[in-house]
């Protein structure tokens, strides 16, 4: 078989319209009329419905041949695919305008020509570094008649049999040996173009004719062969259009009806209308992406640059382009070697290695089919795309046991393994993180970044290396490499599937969900993959509660299954009753007899509750029976109801004792004794190492539906005042007390070590946000401490690298605080605008952050007077507020706040220096007083050191201060001892706070601008690299600091004399700082350093 290749039809020339320029592509069928009967062979009806801005057309054929022998081959018939990539390429580059710009291209495919355009496509996916370019250019897609894959393989298969009949003119059949493989070829192409999500406009025609199909020497038939349904491609701007033509003449769509022509016509028009607009904003995009994040070899000589330019890698998180592969992300290598994953990696933290399970095989073999890894793959650079499953369905009905079975039973299958718990934003991050550090993705001292920690994981889920690999490595490649990981991910209890979105892996790998909520199954998906779970059969719940209670079967099956029938197959209330069973020493019958007899007595039983999905058809809380526990016991569950169901640390309870509720286990005895009962019952699971419970939510749901209002308040009191009290508070005491007790701890704002605590604790505070609208707790003193809790936790995100957002605790405290009239408010609200003018500065939104700042000075300053006290929350105020007032240039009105700020630190007792004094020396700097910056920044290191001894890990506050003595220094002219000290910084900002975080990026800068000046080129690029990156995982937020450091980029290009490089990074710079300064007039020939410096918050500078 011969390679494909593309010659050129016609040209349609000088219309009179601008410099425009575009591709028509024609890729005919097997057995299908020739082009040259084709409209497109027409150049007078080109011009027709050409728009007027196209001032030349090229119209290009793919030409093919594949004998239509009884040898066909599928397999050989999609290498074209491959081919027509090749040839799109090479057309793409020679035929590009004088500027460089692309030419975009319509590609027309008629019947099984489209098949090899998705093949092409799907290539290009997995070497989207190579490819992106031509990817970009595409302005639209018609296939006329082109097969996808309809809701039924086997006719399917054979409407595509038709096809190859009708185009032999005899039934096309494969070698026997051959049949299974060659059958599996197509749909999995169909899938895999699915799964790339390619988000051009598509126009799907099908026909309306019947076409006569010879089924023997003497007879012919007549079929639809490509209907709606089998034409569709379920891609995100796909377009349908039926024709009155049979199969063979879509291609002469001229001949159909005057309405089907215009909306043909329209279409194409308007896919080629400021096609070249368009492309040219995607590839802006791109090459942000490629110079604020491509690696750099300074051997590379400039042909290669441009070659590495039109093949330069993707970086994920764009967001802007309209088209291209939208779940698909193409991470750019790190410039440091990627770390070598620790496989296999199997994390199941759900297993306790305690658990019975039965019956389900049939459940488990369908996710078998959806999930398992294909052992061979079929063609070359095929992919098998990512796999997906959804197991939907009411709580209790054994979702998360299946999955976990599933797991279990395929550990072999898989070289990775993760089990995440997907019920809130903060849990998936932790999980993330946790995976991140486990796989060796990540050093545990680098676990400092949620953002970061999951951009990570998504980038080695997106490209599964099993080694260590980098850019070149990929550049080098032609298909997929051999060495990539099977992984599995389950997101469990997913009952919000929206919140997966940021969280969704890319790549070859696949997917398990567990959710209650049925859109699970299609959120992620062009088409339904899941199944919607229903309860055991009596059989399988006879089965399930024998094994559970070890029974001899002496008793008949039919008990067994009459109470499985009775709490309606639930497996979670058959394995409760099976621990009735055993701890009370019961057979079957006389279970049975006792449960007929609560049934009876409908005053010791609960009521039905609702579980979000439909009421349960029986009383849940019959079967658990929680009026039969002792009273602590008893007590203790409904308290775990208000808190996360999947770990629940028992040092929780530990402050207890501060509040009376009555019942609660007051000692660790008492304590014990509930907890064991409560376990005994299977109401709950103990991790016996780390000291942690677990409830199911089905659980927690029938806890709390049996609760009355007075009850509900009460619990949700005592679990924030447990939170609350425990949580290690980022504040000063308040100067007006708000409750009766104090936080355990108060003052460790940017502590790292109080990290670990607020990681464990938020998803409580999570719990009670959920739950907060039902409880209507409208208690004072609840609703100020909720609040109060809420505004710690979202600090605590805050510095965990969160930008937005935060779960909504700042916007549900604001909300309490505006609806109360309690003056103690004030203290929250003070706390409240501290935090985001402190976050709004750190995200480069001076003026939100300035008006918080004012806010919550005002606010204190009254309460300060009112007191007639002097403490630490003025001073801390003052502090911020100085950060404004150096920001917007008001110097003398900065230094004025912060001395006031320490002096009255001072006043208060033993001081530390903190980064009041790094902001101190800056602020002097720029008023030219270098003299007493250089006395503040060196007596305030050796005050910290005395303190807190040499190299402090305490906070990043020692390497704001190193960081602010490096500029002096360098100011000073000692540059030896600047580099010296910016070095120290950035030790001490990833020890800390991590090597991925923003302010670790702004040391980053520093040292480079010292190795560009040392001539340490490879290391400069390497660290402006690193920086570059770290800030392209929120770029909005950190557009300054990505135009500076660009621009710092772009000089070194120019002194390395790589000028294309160097152009390309100048005009990304550039194009950045217009954004943020629109007034600037200036060329850009005229912008220096000082310029861009600017940009940035003056600490990082």
Known sequence: MLPGSLRELHQVLDQGGSESHIDIILIPGLGTPPVETWPFYSTSWLQSFLPTDIRHARVLVFDYTIPLTDNFSWENFLLQGEYLLRALSEARHDGDSNEGRPRPMLCVCHSLGGSILKQALCIANEQLYRHEPLVNSMSGIIFLGTPHLGSNEAETSDRISMILKLASKKAAKPPAGRVAEERAIYPNLSKRFEGIYFRTPILSVYERVETRVSKGPFSRNTHVLVGKELCTTHAPLEQHLGLSLDHLHLCHFHNADEKSRSRLSIFIASSLENAEKVISARLEAMEFRYATTSTYSPTLSELQVHEERRNSSAVAHDGSSHVGFEIIESVSAPSEPRRTPRLPCIMLDSYDGHR??????????????ALLPAKQKMISSESDGLRQFALCGLGGLGKTEIALEFALQHKGDYDAIFWVRADAVAKLNECYNDISV?????????DKNHVVGREILKGWLSNPTKGATNTDDALNSSSTSSAEAEWLIIFDNADDPYLLTDYWPQGNGSVLITSRDPIAKSLFSTRSSGLDLNPLSDEDGACLLNSLTEMDNEEPDIVARQISHIVGGLPLAIVQMASVIRRQQLDLMEFLELYQDWTEHPEF????????????????????????????ARVLLELMSFLDPDCIQEDVFAEASGMSVEHFPSNKKSYREARTELLQSSLIKRNTQNKELSVHRLVQDAVRAKLDREHVQAYFRFAVYLLWTGWPSAMPKPSRPMFGTQQKASNKRLLVSRWPLCAALYPHVLRLKQLWESVNDNSTDTRLQFAA???????????????????????LAQNICDRCDDSRKDSLLIDIHFCLGAIAADTNDHAASREHKEK????????????????????LCYSELSISRIQDGRYDEGVAALLRGREILVALGPYVPTSREANLGLAYMLQGRLSESETLLVESLAMREKALGKNDKESFRTGRILYALGNLRALQGRLDESYKCHCQAWEQFRSTI??????????GHKIAEHLIRMGEFNEAITTINDALKIWSYDPDVYKPELARTTFLKKELLDKLGKTQKAALAMKIACRL????????????????????????????R
Not at 608 to 631: C, M, N, Q
Not at 866 to 872: A, H, N, P, R, Y
Request: hydrophobic share 35%; no cysteine.
């Open 789 to 811: 809790l809420l505004t710690d936790a979202a600090w605590y995100q805050s510095e965990r690298g969160q930008t937005r957002g935060f779960d909504g605790f700042f916007k």
């Open 605 to 632: 039983h609960g009521k039905r509750f609702d579980t979000g999905v439909r009421t349960y058809p029986h009383s849940i809380s019959t079967v658990w029976a929680f009026e039969r526990l002792k009273s602590e």
């Open 856 to 875: 919550s000075l005002a606010i204190q300053e009254k309460t300060s007077e009112e007191l007639g006290t002097v403490d630490e929350r003025l001073a």
């Open 994 to 1003: 991590g090597d991925q975080d923003h302010r670790t990026a702004d040391v």
């Open 438 to 446: 486990k796989l060796g993705l990540q050093d545990p001292s680098e």
């Open 1073 to 1100: 700082r217009k954004e943020l300064v629109p007034g600037d007039t200036r060329d850009p020939s005229a912008l220096k350093r000082e310029d861009f410096d600017e940009l940035v918050t003056f600490w990082s």
């Open 356 to 369: 019975a399970f039965m019956g389900q095989q049939d459940i488990l073999s369908l996710i078998g089919q």
